[in-house]
């Protein structure tokens, strides 16, 4: 079992930047892929970014390429999502995920956080 809690949220203006922060319980966090996705109003949650608990491989959506970085630190059993160049379509609520594999397939992820906001005005 993995408890997730994000952390970071906020409103910024375009241009501008985030980092968000999911803090996982457990002793099997390196084990595990972590994933961020968004859902915006009136859309389905999309994928955002992966990273595979051997931090060897990283995945990004093409929307976020460039602009968007994934981290964890293991010791600390926590992932991050550096957001830079933020555009008013990256408004969402960020989902931290916990998986098995990295993929960007939402349904392959178990373990979900409760979600932050983020807000970029224009």
């Known amino acids: 079992q993995v408890q997730l809690v994000e952390s970071g949220g906020g409103l910024v203006q375009a241009g501008g930047s985030l980092r968000l922060s999911c803090a996982a319980s457990g002793r099997t966090f390196s084990r595990y892929t972590m994933g961020w996705f968004r859902q915006a109003p009136g859309k389905e949650r999309e994928f955002v970014a992966a990273?595979?608990?051997?931090?060897?491989?990283?995945q990004y959506a093409d929307s976020v390429k460039g602009r968007f970085t994934i981290s964890r630190d293991n010791a600390k059993t926590t992932v991050y999502l550096q957001m830079d160049s933020l555009k008013p379509e990256d408004t969402a609520v960020y989902y931290c995920?916990?998986?098995?594999?990295?993929?960007?397939?939402?349904?392959?992820?178990?373990?979900w956080g409760q979600g932050t906001q983020v807000t970029v005005s224009s």
């Open positions: 995920a916990a998986g098995s594999m990295p993929t960007m397939t939402r349904f392959s992820y178990a373990y």
């Open positions: 990273i595979s608990g051997d931090v060897v491989s990283r």
